[in-house]
Nanobody, 125 residues
Framework: QVQLVESGGGLVQAGGSLRLSCAASGRTFSSYAMAWFRQAPGKAREFVAAISGSGRLTSHADSVLGRFTISRDNAKKTVYQQMDSLKPEPTDVYYC??????????????????WGPGTQVTVSS
């Protein structure tokens, strides 16, 4: 069982940066692949980035490649998402998710069992 709690969301101007954090419970954090998804009002959840249990493998959606960076600190049981050069968008809810590391990095929302409650990010123009 893994419990996830996101933090770091808020309001930022276009071009600015935010760093999201996700604190996890459980004793085997390094056994879990972690990912971030986001959801805009009225839209489906969208894959943003994923990272393997060891942290050696990462994957980013094309829409955020070069602007967002996922990382993790297994000693702190925390995963991060550094978001730079943010583009103006309506409020998105960013979700931290986890599932057993199967040595791949799935991008489907159905591939992750554990979800945090989400944190809102609003980028103003």
């Amino acid at each position: 069982q893994v419990q996830l709690v996101e933090s770091g969301g808020g309001l930022v101007q276009a071009g600015g940066s935010l760093r999201l954090s996700c604190a996890a419970s459980g004793r085997t954090f390094s056994s879990y692949a972690m990912a971030w998804f986001r959801q805009a009002p009225g839209k489906a959840r969208e894959f943003v980035a994923a990272i393997s249990g060891s942290g050696r493998l990462t994957s980013h959606a094309d829409s955020v490649l070069g602007r967002f960076t996922i990382s993790r600190d297994n000693a702190k049981k925390t995963v991060y998402q550094q978001m730079d050069s943010l583009k103006p968008e309506p409020t998105d809810v960013y979700y931290c998710v986890a599932d057993r590391d199967k040595h791949n990095l799935p991008i489907g929302s159905n591939d992750y069992l554990y979800w945090g409650p989400g944190t809102q990010v609003t980028v103003s123009s």
